[in-house]
């Protein structure tokens, strides 16, 4: 149910050892994989050093853009839930030296709260 999960924009989690063979050209040499999480086509990445957010762009998805957030850089983050009318739940993180909020969709908040957690585990 993962994958229908990650299509309707519910946060589906990953399985970090293949992410961790996918993006070792990317990676540091001693950084690991610990943690993923799909929304739709995007995919928030925890690694023991930072925040991967990576984009897909375009029809097909090929094009791919990585935002690398250092987890010192995070200055706050909040998560809405969903509501009786409003049924999208949004996580917004707060980048030092940005005015802007990094924000993230998902269409209910069921998986919200597991990558809410893990956003503090690892940035506070």
């Known amino acids: 149910m993962g994958l229908l999960d990650g299509l309707i924009g519910n946060a589906s989690e990953s399985d970090a050892q293949e992410l961790q063979q996918e993006l070792s050209r990317l990676l540091a040499t001693d950084e690991r994989v610990e943690k993923a999480f799909v929304i739709i086509r995007d995919q928030l990445i925890f690694t023991n050093k930072r925040l991967i957010l990576v984009d897909k762009q375009g029809i097909t998805g090929k ?26 739940a ?32 690892y940035a506070l």
């Open 63 to 88: 094009k791919k853009e990585f935002l690398s957030v250092p987890y010192r850089s995070i200055e706050r983050f909040s998560m809405e839930t969903t509501g009786h009318f409003d049924l999208d």
């Open 90 to 121: 949004e996580l917004k993180i707060w980048v030092r030296g940005q005015t802007d909020a990094i924000s993230k969709t998902f269409r209910n908040d069921r998986n919200i709260y597991d990558v809410s957690k893990a956003l503090a585990d």
